[in-house]
């Protein structure tokens, strides 16, 4: 598996080289090729969750290695849908829900995983912009303005959604090694939503973004598990008939076979 | 044993989802009711989305009362009449409960109302047996025999217009009576994935008035009829009807039901009258402890 990686890390490596052999003349900034380990995550039966490697190289167009000083974060996007998040509060002694805000397009997945804390690495309005950290995590929110109610859901939002294992951030989830290989772990739970994934990789010295590159993990459902899901959405009726026939069968079943002992 | 659910997307212990459906298939054996107030709280609990949770319970609860009914139905003890008027209430009822299920969701309380319900019927019903149990079980220990209860149906249903004959249940009663009855039970079904015995029984004895012999086996036949349209409309309106998980549940379901209703037979009925009301009135000081103290997400998401 990890000899496969290396081997496969050198691939990469030589193609780069390649590539990037044209452009040499006009870019003075390094080249980033992104890799990741797996180009699809199958959903199937008995699938837990998954961790994927994000990693790749770093290219300097004037030499043959890059030079030291550079930071890498990589963040991983699941699908964005639109939500409402609704904030429970006690009522009359019991706790309902009662304020609510609508986000346009949440990510139903975000991993933020970087070299060195990513305050140490850029100022917050470049995080900001390049969404780089679960503070700047862009929602759309919809309705309300008020700022100050907007951060308290979103921070409602990135908390349960951390524990769910759904939003997170590793400081020092990516290793650099000899200023040319960078790599990532970033685990899927078994809970992630099935769509197209985007794993963007962003190289930054002295707080400027100065290379990024995007690859992409399509995360399915297959075998059984997808018949299961269209089969309940195309064919409702039928899948219902279904479950009343299975559950009928067990159950006159179990009577028979108990009959029996 | 790591099963995963393609509906409720996510993960599970099969193996505990087994032992869940086994346990409240005991429950059912044992006491005649179908345990879904026990395994959709529990699943919800567990991590699975409440709808699905209400969803497939209710299909579990199907496969939990088939055995039943045929057993009832050997030894007559199911009025078919009184149960059709019932089915056909309950029908109703499920169609009035997809739609306040849809509205109380899109405003958000859907989860609140559903505890709200299960804290207020769990808990008057828990009560009232747990009483009746506790008075009959000192009069037994008194050596005194408990004085004949007078059947009667409560007064309000006589005043119900149109009498039909029920020659089973041994009443004279406005089909009206029985209809509503159905009705309620059908939508708390669609609501909150319950079978509904447990409020089925206690109200064909106390506010109908039926026969005794009658009241366990027509119920079962009314959950059976119900709970296959409350499948059916959870297919075609929330589509939260995960076929992995109702199978699983199943599982151990249908084998309990046969290992309580064995058991059934070695307790005496008293102590196992005080025992569920036990257990009901457990559950519902735990859902009234839920609503009182500061939940662990305040925060909650729900897609657009």
């Given at each position: 598996m990890i000899r496969s990686l290396f081997l496969m890390i050198a691939a990469v490596l030589v193609l780069a080289a390649l590539a990037a052999g044209p452009v040499r003349s006009q870019e003075r900034d390094p080249i980033l090729v992104p890799a990741v380990s797996q180009q699809e995550v199958q959903v199937r039966q008995g699938f837990t969750g998954t961790e994927l490697l994000l990693f790749g190289a770093i290219l300097d167009p004037r030499g043959s290695r890059a030079a030291d000083g550079y930071d890498i974060v990589v963040v991983l996007k699941g699908p964005a849908e639109p939500i409402r998040v609704r904030e429970k509060e006690r009522v009359g002694g019991i706790w309902i829900n009662s304020e609510s805000t609508?986000?346009?397009?949440?990510?139903?997945?975000?991993?933020?995983?970087?070299?060195?804390?990513?305050?140490?690495?850029?100022?917050?309005?470049?995080?900001?912009?390049?969404?780089?950290?679960?503070?700047?995590?862009?929602?759309?929110?919809?309705?309300?303005?008020?700022?100050?109610?907007?951060?308290?859901?979103?921070?409602?939002?990135?908390?349960?959604?951390?524990?769910?294992?759904?939003?997170?951030?590793?400081?020092?989830?990516?290793?650099?090694?000899?200023?040319?290989?960078?790599?990532?772990?970033?685990?899927?739970?078994?809970?992630?939503?099935?769509?197209?994934?985007?794993?963007?990789?962003?190289?930054?010295?002295?707080?400027?973004?100065?290379?990024?590159?995007?690859?992409?993990?399509?995360?399915?459902?297959?075998?059984?598990?997808?018949?299961?899901?269209?089969?309940?959405?195309?064919?409702?009726?039928?899948?219902?008939?279904?479950?009343?026939?299975?559950?009928?069968?067990?159950?006159?079943?179990?009577?028979?076979?108990?009959?029996?002992? | 044993m790591d099963v995963y659910l393609p509906i409720a997307n996510l993960s599970v212990n099969g193996l505990l989802i087994i032992a869940l459906g086994g346990l409240t298939g005991i429950l059912s054996g044992l006491f005649g009711v179908g345990g879904g107030f026990l395994t959709t709280p529990l699943m919800i609990f567990y991590g699975i989305p409440p709808t699905v949770a209400a969803a497939s319970a209710a299909t579990q609860v199907t496969g939990a009362s088939v055995s039943g009914v045929f057993a009832h139905r050997k030894r007559g003890g199911v009025d078919y009449r009184m149960g059709g008027v019932m089915v056909v209430g309950g029908m109703i009822g499920s169609g009035l409960g997809a739609l306040l299920f849809r509205f109380l969701a899109s405003v958000g309380q859907i989860d609140t109302v559903i505890n709200i319900l299960y804290v207020l019927l769990l808990g008057t019903i828990g009560g009232l047996m747990m009483r009746e149990a506790w008075a009959s079980i000192r009069q037994s220990q008194k050596g005194v025999p408990p004085p004949a209860r007078k059947r009667r149906h409560h007064p309000l249903i006589s005043a119900l217009p149109m009498r039909w004959r029920f020659y089973k249940s041994g009443l004279y009663i406005s089909p009206l009576a029985p209809l509503i009855l159905g009705v309620l039970v059908g939508t708390l079904t669609m609501l909150m994935g319950v079978g509904g015995g447990f409020i089925l029984v206690p109200a064909m004895l106390y506010i109908l008035g039926m026969s005794a012999g009658v009241v366990v086996g027509t119920s079962l036949f009314q959950i059976l009829f119900v709970t296959i349209t409350t499948t059916m409309m959870h297919a075609l309106t929330t589509q939260a009807v995960d076929i992995v998980l109702a199978a699983l549940l199943l599982l151990g379901s249908v084998s309990g039901a046969q290992i309580g209703t064995r058991m059934a037979v070695k307790f005496k009925p008293d102590l196992l009258r005080l025992a569920l009301a036990a257990i009901v009135l457990l559950v519902a000081l735990r859902m009234l402890y839920g609503l009182g103290v500061r939940p662990d997400e305040i925060y909650s998401v729900a897609q657009l």
């Open positions: 609508a986000f346009r397009s949440a990510p139903t997945y975000f991993a933020v995983a970087s070299s060195r804390p990513i305050g140490e690495i850029v100022d917050e309005r470049t995080a900001a912009i390049y969404e780089l950290g679960l503070e700047f995590i862009q929602l759309s929110p919809g309705g309300t303005i008020d700022p100050e109610e907007q951060a308290r859901f979103t921070s409602g939002l990135v908390d349960l959604r951390q524990r769910q294992g759904l939003y997170k951030q590793d400081m020092n989830g990516v290793t650099i090694e000899e200023g040319v290989l960078y790599k990532a772990r970033i685990s899927l739970p078994s809970n992630v939503l099935t769509g197209q994934y985007t794993a963007e990789t962003f190289a930054i010295t002295d707080g400027r973004v100065i290379a990024s590159a995007v690859a992409e993990v399509e995360v399915r459902k297959v075998g059984f598990e997808r018949f299961v899901e269209v089969f309940s959405q195309s064919q409702s009726l039928l899948y219902g008939l279904l479950a009343v026939c299975l559950s009928v069968f067990m159950g006159w079943l179990a009577g028979r076979l108990f009959a029996l002992v | -």
